[in-house]
């Protein structure tokens, strides 16, 4: 894992959620958020997980709310898969990173909508092991593998070539919304969210409009 990456899980843990948020004849909203896959969390998002909160539920549209640093690649390809085959629209939201395997579910998107502030980071599969060289050797071969299964998921959206998208993975990049929607792994892109005005202090009331003051303060004089 990137020391970037590592380092924003300590500092910035995701808690992981798998929940429908709403839900009508119309659109089906899922949250994921969290880390993907049993190996970095046992209460993370998984196949299982995701296919529980749908079942028996069918709409128009499913929108896929999505923040994750990733997590096991073979459990979010399977996550985006099982979502392509649904047979609703699929629309993912990047709600403020999808990174990694989080950015593979993204993918299952017909649309992919990213809000200005949000990121996208896509990088070659890694791994960790143990063993002598000719473990080493054949895990090269595994792992070569695992990139062109990556790949393939990119290139679902991915506007430019191949040769691009492996520089792109080769350099761990980190996309912004711009950036994303330019290599076709966005198709839109919305403003981020304006936080909400604060609630007005039940201590104080609103302010009494000038005119209504004048008048009041005029009919006291008339008495």
């Not at 910035?12 to 994921?32: G, Y």
């Not at 709600?95 to 990694?100: M, N, T, V, Y």
Request: no cysteine; aromatic share 6%.
């Amino acid at each position: 894992m990137s020391k970037k990456l590592n380092s924003l899980k300590k500092k910035n843990p995701i808690q992981t959620r798998i929940s429908i948020e709403a839900e009508s004849e119309e659109k089906i909203q899922l949250l994921l958020y969290g880390d993907i896959g049993q190996y970095y969390s046992w209460s993370g998002i998984s196949l299982d997980g995701v296919v529980s909160a749908l079942a028996g539920k069918s709409a128009d549209t499913i929108e896929v709310f999505i923040n994750s640093y990733g997590g096991d690649m073979f459990e979010s390809i399977a996550i985006k898969n099982y979502l392509m085959r649904r047979p609703e629209k699929i629309i993912t939201y990047v709600d403020g990173i999808a990174a990694s395997g989080g950015s593979l579910i993204a993918m299952a998107g017909d649309e992919i909508i990213m809000p200005k502030d949000a990121q996208l980071m896509i990088h070659n599969p890694w791994t960790i092991a143990a063993g002598n060289a000719e473990d080493f050797r054949k895990l090269a071969d595994e792992m070569d593998k695992a990139n062109t299964s990556i790949q393939e998921t990119y290139l679902t959206h991915f506007t430019d070539t191949r040769e691009k998208l492996g520089e792109l993975l080769a350099a761990e990049s980190w996309l912004t919304a711009e950036e994303a929607l330019a290599y076709g792994l966005a198709t839109s892109i919305t403003e981020a969210a304006e936080p909400a005005p604060p609630p007005l202090d039940p201590a104080e009331p609103p302010a009494e409009p000038k005119e209504n003051k004048v008048n009041r303060i005029a009919a006291l004089l008339n008495l």
